[in-house]
């Protein structure tokens, strides 16, 4: 069993620069895809960006140029780094991880809030 913990989200105005993090307890995440989901009230979960074992990253339109995500092998964690944030960027970010054999892990989401 894989636990996720994500942790960073917040309150941040509009422009500004906001870093949330998920660790695996136990694991380095190696062998795993890795990616950031978010969604908002009312709204379908989506993909925000996903980062393959081999290092090739996918982002949805809507966060190009603006958001970056990168994982840390040695310390079992990916990121998000995410600048000029917008309004529309709220919502509950959710980490993920997929093994080679395809089982898919959640963690429990952090809310990330932009103000205007």
């Known amino acids: 069993q894989v636990q996720l913990v994500e942790s960073g989200g917040g309150l941040v105005q509009a422009g500004g620069s906001l870093r949330v993090a998920c660790t695996a307890a136990?694991?380095?995440?190696?062998?795993?895809?890795l990616g950031w989901f978010r969604q908002a009230p009312g709204k379908e979960r989506e993909l925000v960006a996903n980062?393959?074992?081999?290092?090739?990253?996918n982002y949805a339109d809507s966060v190009k140029g603006r958001f970056t995500i990168s994982r840390d092998v040695a310390k079992g964690t990916v990121y998000l780094q995410m600048n000029n944030v917008k309004p529309e960027d709220t919502a509950v970010y959710y980490c993920?991880?997929?093994?080679?054999?395809?089982?898919?892990?959640w963690g429990q989401g952090t809310q990330v809030t932009v103000s205007s």
């Open positions: 136990g694991r380095t995440f190696s062998t795993y895809d």
């Open positions: 993920n991880a997929v093994s080679y054999s395809y089982r898919s892990y």
């Open positions: 980062v393959g074992s081999s290092g090739s990253t």
